[in-house]
């Protein structure tokens, strides 16, 4: 299946494209406007944005929310993952916010929703969650955003202790949130092809 994925942020694109094969993923073309981020879960967000992405181009998209959540901080930054410390904020500004405001070592969890939208309305979503903790300093020099201070509960092939910056790719998506959530929708794609 050819989808199209309702996001601009090149990073997503990245790690979603090998993550959703066999399907193909196309970029959002240039016109179509996304609507703000202002559900309360990820999954409100993510069929926000695959709904207008589907609307606008009469084709099946795909769309992904996801974010931290820290638990010394009741769940925040969650849903404002992106924009925790400002709208405008870049990844390390966002970062530098989480390690100033949570303790080294509390309870981390990755969060992300995926939505796909098709021309017929069939909407499904699903969930992944990849468990950890903080790190006292951002390591590594892979992913993006949160990843150089999330220590992940399972490592796959990874040593102890390593952030998500510091994994190899496949030893990253065999665990992380968006991994998971994107076998969870390859597997509902297959049952209903079944």
Do not use: W
């Not at 179509?32 to 967000?45: D, H, I, K, R, Y």
């Not at 925040?76 to 410390?85: E, H, N």
């Not at 092939?157 to 994107?182: N, V």
């Amino acid at each position: 299946m050819r989808l199209i994925l309702a996001t601009r942020n090149a990073h997503k694109v990245r790690e979603l494209e090998p993550l959703l094969a066999p399907h193909t993923l196309e970029p959002l073309p240039d016109e179509v406007v996304l609507p703000p981020e202002t559900g309360e879960t990820f999954a409100e967000n993510a069929l926000g944005k695959a709904r207008a992405a589907a609307a606008a181009t009469g084709r099946p998209a795909v769309a992904d929310d996801s974010g931290i959540a820290a638990e010394a901080l009741g769940g925040a930054p969650g849903v404002r993952s992106a924009r925790y410390a400002g709208e405008d904020a870049t990844d390390e500004e966002n970062l530098a916010k989480l390690l100033r405001e949570a303790p080294a070592g509390s309870g981390l969890a990755y969060v992300c929703a995926l939505a796909l939208v098709e021309p017929d309305g069939t909407e499904t979503v699903v969930e992944g969650r990849c468990e950890g903790t903080l790190a006292d300093r951002p390591r590594g020099t892979g992913g993006f955003g949160y990843d150089p201070a999330f220590v992940p509960t399972e490592h796959g092939s990874g040593g102890i202790g390593l952030t998500m910056a510091e994994l190899a790719p496949h030893q990253k998506d065999a665990i992380s949130h968006r991994g998971r959530a994107a076998r969870a929708l390859l597997d509902r794609l297959v049952s209903r092809a079944g």
